[in-house]
């Protein structure tokens, strides 16, 4: 401690030497002394360290006072809180100082000092203090009218204080607010700028009785008609304060817009500039509250888009097509004869195209409308003479794109239907269609833009054209030979900078994407030259954009697949791609990502044209080999040579495949996943396509790394290695002589782990059908279909007997029956095997279960046929005592149903009707049969099934009855055109329970693949839904959890349902008081809310909705009822915390207009304690609650400028202080990223 204090009195010392360079040093020491963190200062030193500091601002000598404001900064925080107020006191009446020179160097020194006052909860006091000694201090700065410069830098410090503290000086507001007001009629234009911008910074987190006042006072102001510069001011501070105070200013539209428009009346450019600044502002932050006036807005925007009272637009654009070269010469002459300094008139245009856009992104609802209205006059402006303007057009335009791709994104459901040609039409978007209408006109205006000497104005084009193209696909494929000519001249033009070639590529690259080939083969000879020049370019950025480029064009000029005969020669472009692509290959010293392309590109070049290459291909093949052992490039060298190995060209890899093989199976063993994923995916191309030239020994340092990833802990990586394996079975079947050691005691665990279903078990059952076939490892069918059925068979006290999980059985089952079929020889005896299984009353539980699913899925097959004896055998397990065995039979009476209908179903329905005890585990059965039969198959017996169900749809047992439900949707899919109209009439007809399954079928008749059902549900879906209005709670229930359903698998079904239908969807989200009653439990009464299952089902549909229907929502009003269910049951409140989660990152503007409200009910949540004598589980609820309130609030301080909402702010810092849910709120942190962290130290 001493030490330090002799070292700094010693620097001290120095300061007070006579000598400038003595004290240049001495401080530039105490400011690196300062910096260290370990510094700690006695408070004599701190006070005379101060001092110094604050005589040296005052030096003669200019670079000393700098290094002299520089150590305040690390001095604020090392020092106490009086030095820091008299360093204060001692820079505000520096301010106001007659030196010019000392009031700036103070004006310095207090912004360095608010920088660093601290926000966190222990220096909030210090900070207070501080903030409230320099505002007093600075409003009397303000008021002195004598010096502007004075005022100046006041006006520039509060600005600074208000933007980063304005929360610690609330209680000034008001007082800032009126000295701030009288600055606006300033004479000096600084002065008012300032004052606009200190204001914007208080607006956010000032009351909103001040904000009213401003506002009040700004129109009170603006209806006396000041003068014009006056009223620009205005305007520009209505603006500011709409920007920086968002949704506030909703309420005051009404007045505030007829005053605007009023003004942009009047002929003053820059007053006219800013009232469209205005709106734009209030079209951004008070998207709803301007729904009244879009109308009024979009009329100015339009008309004031093309003021251009100086120049005259000539209207001969019919023959720009011959006169286009002509023109050319001629712009630039006619540019600069009107250029006249004086017009404004370009800001007029500039604001009101920038207010268009504002209105475009934020009103996607008004989407069509805006091709009618907005879109015809985006593209006239295309011609726009003013560069900056015209940049602004293609911006707007493109905003406009992107929010119809945003649309039809989201209408988008898979196009993979069954019939693709009537789905797309269907599906197709009014404003897509609309757009393509446009493409001709578009592309007619932008071509000639594209050969101009403006650079900016072909990055728009080009930034324009690729929207276009990611928007409609394809839209461009007539118009290529207009816009080739433009590409090569960005490409080729002497005077292009090299990030106008970066953008003609990355568009050009696009459109190659987009299009078919045949469409750019003709151009081949004028695309390919400027192309290659870019690739040999010596900036690595153009060549890597021209690598993909060339890449794409490789595949142009011998397409594979579908479009493979073109007929299109590739012989003369061969030479010259190929040269200029192996010199980036073989160099070295080149950037990491022009080395990748390379190699890509040339991977391309011989998977597309290497019958062409000759003598040249074995080189090229060596140095993909050299690539694959190179750590930085090896992975794409593996997805390179995975490319060339399932070439259709069958090149010869021969020379490199030994190595290869070697090197990909030590990729096996790495960590990095990715590289795993396609080393595996480069070998099973490699044994597919060339196993001829593969020797079996070659192949196992490949398979002594495989045992280690079949693992259940990555079922993708197992998938894959087990697709590996089986075209090893089938290409070279020799290599798996040894497998049943190494790798196979890892395929039977995943058989029998619980994890396994879909693709990798769909792996699997080829594998085992391959390896049976392949004859080669000793392991033949009876040794197989022991190791499946083993574990099954140990008695269940054994040590892993008790553990095999459900899914397991339907695996084994599955693996035995895909044995059977590869070995039909053996089918009969396995069968027989399996019935005396069931019916040996000493085998164990799980091996009878087994042995009826292994019946069932080898009964799927249709090899039973209708045999008695395994009827018999069904009938009997259905009265056995034991679940398991009850059901494993009914899943397997339905399977065998499915492999012959004709024996099974008549004999399934006649039980179904005599057997009411069995009826569950029989409409299981029958259910298997609807979901798994086709269509064709099923529709002879439809009609009986129908009459069955029905007759059933009543039944007083709720889980009997969902499953008739489920049938009965799954039926209607089978024949939608007779059987939905059916289902509504079951609507009008039946009892309470009808209704509540007719609703339940058609939950299951929504599916989340396009079906041919879709367009008829579409048309009925609302009628259905008016059972939400149902005098019964069950069905009001059952018709939310359709709703959710729908909204969840094809929101396209209910979007324009939405207007009547969430209005009877918030009804049900209310507490009624009538559905909650008391029961008497002994001496304790107990509440039961039967009104709960009804919300909670209207809450996920809410959830459901944000995610699927967010434009079809007025948020606000949702708003309002999330914020009831904060307050709601345990199980909403958890939905509702996730709901405000998502909103916040979904609609943070409306979050924050409505944060207020929802701070307080999270506030309840997270102080609430447990009563001390509660139960264990209350305190683990209270804890789930809790955590999950905490991680809506995280989610809300992620949200910027949340913190400058009052009550916003005090909560955080109420979590700050308290140590338990600060630690709360660092554990949901930890858990999900530290997204929130620095928003929390803000606030």
Same mark, same amino acid.
């Given at each position: ?774 004859? &080669? ?6 040794? =197989? $279909?022991? !190791? +499946?059925? /083993?574990?099954?068979?140990?008695? @269940? *006290? %054994? ?114 009707? &005599? ?6 585990? =029989? $409409?299981? !059965? +029958?259910? /298997?049969?609807?979901?798994?039969? @086709? *269509? %064709? ?307």
């Amino acid at each position: 401690m001493s030490n330090v204090s002799y070292h700094v009195s010693n620097l001290l010392e120095k300061m007070t030497s006579t000598d400038k360079d003595f004290r240049f040093m001495a401080t530039n020491d105490l400011m690196l002394e300062l910096q260290k963190d370990s510094i700690k200062l006695d408070e004599d030193s701190e006070r005379k360290v101060v001092t110094m500091l604050l005589k040296l601002l005052e030096d003669k000598n200019g670079e000393v006072q700098n290094l002299a404001v520089k150590c305040l900064a690390p001095l604020v925080s090392k020092v106490k809180e009086p030095q820091v107020e008299t360093m204060v006191d001692t820079l505000c009446s520096n301010m106001l100082s007659d030196k010019e020179q000392l009031r700036d160097i103070s004006s310095m020194g207090l912004k360095t000092v608010i920088a660093e006052l601290p926000l966190s909860s222990s220096g909030l006091t210090l900070t207070t203090s501080v903030c409230k000694k320099i505002t007093s201090q600075l409003i009397g700065a303000m008021g002195k009218q004598e010096d502007v410069s004075v005022q100046l830098e006041a006006l520039d410090i509060l600005s600074d204080m208000l933007g980063r503290l304005s929360g610690a000086l609330v209680s000034f507001h008001s007082s800032l607010l009126s000295s701030l007001l009288p600055q606006l009629t300033s004479p000096r234009m600084a002065v008012r700028k300032r004052s606009i911008l200190a204001l914007g910074h208080l607006v956010p987190c000032c009351s909103p009785a001040l904000f009213s006042q401003l506002t009040e006072h700004l129109l009170t102001e603006l209806n006396k008609a000041p003068p014009t510069s006056v009223t620009r001011t205005y305007i520009q501070c209505l603006a500011t304060i709409s920007r920086q105070g968002g949704h506030r200013v909703g309420e005051h539209l009404e007045k505030l817009i007829p005053m605007v428009v009023k003004f942009t009346g009047d002929e003053d450019d820059e007053l006219r500039e800013y009232c469209f600044q205005a709106f734009e502002a209030f079209l951004r932050r008070c998207p709803k509250e301007m729904s009244p006036h879009v109308a009024t807005v979009t009329k100015l925007c339009l008309q004031f888009m093309t003021f251009d009272p100086n120049y005259n637009y000539d209207d001969d654009e019919q023959d720009e097509e011959d006169s286009m070269d002509i023109e050319d010469g001629l712009d630039e002459e006619s540019d600069d004869e009107y250029s006249d300094d004086d017009d404004m008139s370009w800001k007029v245009r500039r604001s009101s195209i920038k207010c268009l856009e504002a209105l475009i992104s934020s009103r996607r609802d008004l989407l069509l409308s805006f091709y009618s209205s907005v879109c015809p006059a985006l593209l006239a402006r295309f011609k726009e003479r003013e560069e900056n303007v015209r940049a602004d057009v293609f911006a707007a335009f493109s905003t406009l794109l992107r929010q119809t791709r945003v649309g039809s994104s989201h209408r988008g459901l898979v196009r993979a239907s069954s019939d693709p040609g009537s789905s797309k039409e269907q599906e197709e978007e009014p404003a897509v269609a609309v757009l393509k209408e446009q493409v001709p006109l578009i592309v007619k205006t932008l071509h000639r833009q594209l050969k101009e000497k403006s650079i900016k104005s072909r990055q728009g084009c080009f930034g324009l054209l690729t929207e276009l193209s990611h928007t409609v696909p394809g839209a461009l494929e007539q118009h290529i030979p207009a816009l080739i000519p433009g590409i090569v001249f960005s490409l080729t033009d002497k005077s292009t900078s090299s990030t106008m070639r970066i953008d003609a590529l990355s568009f050009f690259h696009v459109l190659l994407l987009c299009h078919p080939p045949q469409a750019f083969q003709p151009h081949m000879q004028v695309l390919l030259p400027p192309v290659v020049a870019c690739v040999e370019d010596t900036f690595y950025k153009i060549t890597s954009e021209a690598l993909l480029v060339t890449q794409q064009l490789v595949r142009v000029m011998r397409p594979h697949g579908q479009n493979a005969a073109t007929g299109f020669d590739a012989k003369p472009f061969v030479r010259e791609v190929f040269s200029v692509t192996l010199k980036r290959l073989q160099a070295t010293d080149i950037d990491q990502e022009v080395k990748e392309r390379a190699i890509s590109c040339m991977g391309h070049m011989v998977c597309h044209l290497g019958d062409h290459l000759g003598a040249e291909l074995q080189g090229v093949l060596l140095i993909f080999l050299e690539r694959l052992k190179n750590e930085i490039t090896r992975l794409t060298a593996v997805r390179t040579i995975t490319l060339i190995a399932a070439s259709p060209i069958k090149v010869d890899l021969s020379s490199i495949l030994p190595e290869a093989l070697s090197v990909l199976g030590s990729f096996l063993r790495k960590n990095q996943r990715t590289l795993k994923l396609g080393s595996l995916a480069c070998l099973t191309a490699l044994v597919t396509h060339h196993a001829a030239s593969i020797k079996p020994a070659a192949l196992e340092p490949v398979l002594s790394e495989l045992p280690a990833l079949v693992d259940e802990g990555d079922m993708h990586v197992s998938q894959v290695s087990v697709t590996l394996l089986t075209c090893m079975a089938r290409a070279c079947p020799s290599s798996l002589a040894k497998i049943s050691s190494s790798v196979l005691p890892g395929v039977f665990r995943l058989v029998h782990s619980p994890l396994l279903q879909g693709g990798a078990l769909a792996a699997l059952l080829d594998f085992i059908q391959a390896l049976v076939l392949s004859k &080669t490892s000793n392991m033949g069918y009876s040794q =197989l $279909l022991r !190791s +499946l059925t /083993e574990p099954f068979h140990s008695s @269940p *006290a %054994s040590a892993d007997g008790g553990v095999i999980h459900r899914q397991s059985y339907h695996s084994v089952a599955r693996c035995v029956a895909a044995l059977t079929s590869a070995c039909p020889k053996e089918s009969p005896g396995t069968v027989s095997g399996l019935i005396q299984e069931v019916k040996n009353p000493g085998s164990p539980e799980s091996a009878r279960v087994l042995a009826l699913l292994s019946l069932g899925e080898v009964g799927r097959s249709g090899s039973l046929g209708g045999s008695k004896e395994v009827q018999g055998v069904i009938l009997q397990a259905f009265t056995s005592t034991s679940e398991e065995v009850k059901t494993a039979a009914s899943c397997a009476l339905g399977s065998m149903a499915v492999g012959s209908l004709s024996d099974y179903l008549p004999f399934l329905l006649k039980e179904i009707s &005599t057997q009411p005890r069995r009826q569950y585990l =029989l $409409l299981h !059965s +029958l259910k /298997e049969v609807i979901s798994a039969c @086709p *269509a %064709s198959s099923l529709s002879p017996h439809v009609e009986s099934i129908w009459a069955l169900l029905i007759k059933n749809c009543e039944c007083p047992e709720e889980g009997t009855r969902n499953l008739v439900a489920e049938c009965l949707g799954k039926l209607t899919l089978v024949d939608p055109a007779q059987l939905l109209p059916r289902l509504k009439q079951q609507l009008r007809a039946g009892s309470a329970l009808a209704r509540s399954t007719v609703v339940t079928a058609i939950k299951f008749t929504i599916v989340d693949q396009p079906a041919p059902i879709d367009s008829l549900l579409k048309g009925c879906i609302g009628d259905f839904l008016k059972t939400l209005q149902d005098e019964d709670l069950n069905v009001r229930r059952v018709a939310l959890v359709m709703f959710n359903s729908a909204a969840h698998n094809k929101p396209s079904l209910i979007r324009g349902l939405l207007g009547t239908v969430l209005p009877h969807l918030y009804k049900e989200t209310q507490i009624r008081k009538d559905l909650i009653r008391e029961v008497e439990m002994g001496p304790f009464k107990h509440t039961v809310d039967d009104g709960l299952d009804v919300r909670k089902a209207a809450f996920e549909c809410m959830y459901t909705l944000l995610d699927s229907c967010l434009e079809g929502l007025d948020v606000l009003q949702f708003l309002d009822h999330v914020e009831e269910g904060l307050k709601d049951h345990y199980d909403i409140r958890m939905l509702t915390f996730l709901m405000l989660a998502r909103l916040a990152s979904l609609c943070p503007a409306a979050v924050l207009q409505r944060l207020d409200r929802l701070v307080e009910p999270l506030k309840a949540t997270c102080t609430t304690k447990v009563k001390a004598g509660s139960v264990k589980q209350e305190f683990e609820k209270q804890e789930e609650l809790r955590r999950s309130a905490m991680r809506a609030v995280a989610a809300l301080l992620a949200v910027p400028n949340v913190e400058r909402s009052p009550s916003m702010a005090d909560f955080a810092n109420q979590i700050r202080t308290n140590a338990d849910m600060a630690s709360i709120y660092q554990s949901v942190q930890g858990g999900e990223g530290g997204s929130g962290a620095e928003c929390m130290d803000m606030s």
